[in-house]
């Protein structure tokens, strides 16, 4: 079979549709809820429950990170995008908010794979060097598919109704499905990929970070700072894209006034910018790279610039125009994607292939975690505070993260270097 040039970009575009789908299908129900919430009669606070359900879910994203890493990324990965797009589809069942809560939670728990299966490619993929951007790449599906779902969700409500919206972006979970098992292979058995690619792919990987061939040990990862490195910054960044997916839309009709239209005109922006932070994060790693900084000090570097960004977001609430913001919810979401896509590759270059998935998948149950509290204190507080003080927060938490990142992590390929440092990297 001929080879296919920079096929590696094709298996990361493969990755990047999945995730598309996958935060689609995630992002439906917050599209559709002004209208859910009508129909069957559902409080804000109640909404939050259902948000926090799936937070639970998404949680065991470990569960989901350990199974790839045993199972292998192909079929995995197949199971869990199978199981969100049959329970997305079975909201369009649902009558109140507790078998709402029940399909959320269940929803939480098979798309919480996205992320370790596509750290999980990266790394076996990609050279250290370009990891970041291969990471990048993958995160735009993150912003793209909930840049999809205003306008998609919208027009199949306004066509037939909300249960319909369910049907449609979980029939498209199983479409790519199938894509994925015709063209999916890992380097070691692609037919199409090139001694070339293969080589230069090989001498790219840091060999300290070479898999074993022993289980990842969840007891073992736990001890090291560097996961509380990730992890930590992570649980005070996501939020951001929990508000954003979630209540977002909700925030529009309620505090500014937007209709199901409005929503669908304006609701899909800020993924848009989020989009260009995916990129721009590698891009400011890459540039620091190239004038001699370490890889993982550039990491660090790219994560501070998106925290001093995202202070922006504070004054969302501030300001009288609705359409300032919602340039200010834009610059929330490029620079929630400049740092978050930062931080989430660091598992690749701190850990060992056979651990990467369900390093992953623990850091973003610390991530969704954040988002989990963040959804039950909205849900329960908005109707008396409003929306001013969760903008506030999610203004200057990051700036603790950039403290957690600067200070936890420590770079393992410089330490093998000097080996009059102590290796202090449990905790």
């Not at 300290?208 to 490195?229: C, E, M, Y």
Request: glycine share 10%; hydrophobic share 55%; with cysteine.
């Amino acid at each position: 079979m001929k080879a296919l040039k920079a096929l590696r970009w094709w298996m990361i575009g493969l990755i990047m549709l999945g995730a598309i789908v996958n935060y689609l299908t995630r992002a439906t129900l917050g599209v559709a809820a002004p209208t859910v919430l009508g129909e069957l009669d559902i409080t804000t606070k109640e909404y939050g429950w259902i948000t926090a359900a799936f937070q639970l879910g998404i949680m065991l994203q470990p569960v989901c990170g350990y199974v790839l890493d045993v199972i292998g990324l192909k079929t995995g990965f197949a199971l869990f995008a199978t199981a969100w797009s049959l329970i997305t589809m079975a909201h369009g069942l649902a009558n109140n908010w507790p078998m709402l809560a029940g399909l959320r939670g269940l929803l939480g728990l098979a798309e919480g794979s996205a992320n370790p299966a596509g750290m999980k490619a990266v790394s076996e993929w990609f050279p250290a060097k370009e990891r970041g951007m291969a990471g990048g790449v993958y995160n735009i599906g993150a912003s793209v598919g909930s840049m999809l779902a205003p306008p998609l969700v919208a027009w199949a409500i306004l066509s037939w109704n909300w249960r319909a919206a369910f049907v449609v972006t979980g029939v498209l979970g199983l479409i790519w499905v199938t894509l994925w098992l015709k063209f999916y292979q890992p380097p070691t058995k692609h037919p199409r990929l090139s001694d070339e690619e293969r080589d230069y792919i090989a001498a790219g990987q840091e060999q300290h970070l070479d898999a074993t061939r022993s289980r990842p040990s969840l007891a073992h990862i736990l001890k090291q700072r560097n996961f509380w490195g990730i992890a930590l910054p992570r649980f005070l960044a996501d939020p951001v894209w929990g508000t954003l997916a979630f209540w977002a839309p909700l925030y529009l009709a309620m505090a500014r006034g937007f209709d199901l239209k409005q929503i669908a005109l304006f609701a899909w922006l800020p993924f848009v910018a989020a989009d260009l932070g995916c990129l721009f994060g590698p891009t400011v790693a890459l540039f620091l790279q190239r004038r001699g900084v370490s890889l993982i000090n550039a990491r660090r570097g790219a994560f501070t610039v998106g925290a001093v960004l995202m202070t922006g977001m504070a004054f969302v609430g501030q300001v009288e125009s609705a359409y300032a913001a919602i340039a200010l919810l834009c610059l929330g979401g490029f620079a929630h994607q400049t740092l978050s896509v930062t931080v989430i590759t660091m598992s690749s270059d701190l850990f060992r292939k056979s651990e990467v998935a369900t390093v992953a998948g623990m850091a973003g149950t610390f991530g969704n975690f954040g988002v989990l509290i963040f959804s039950l204190l909205i849900g329960g507080l908005v109707a008396t505070v409003g929306y001013d003080p969760f903008f506030i927060a999610l203004g200057v938490l990051d700036l603790v993260g950039v403290v957690l990142l600067w200070t936890l992590v420590q770079d393992p390929a410089r330490m093998i270097r000097s080996p009059a440092v102590p290796p202090p990297l449990t905790v």
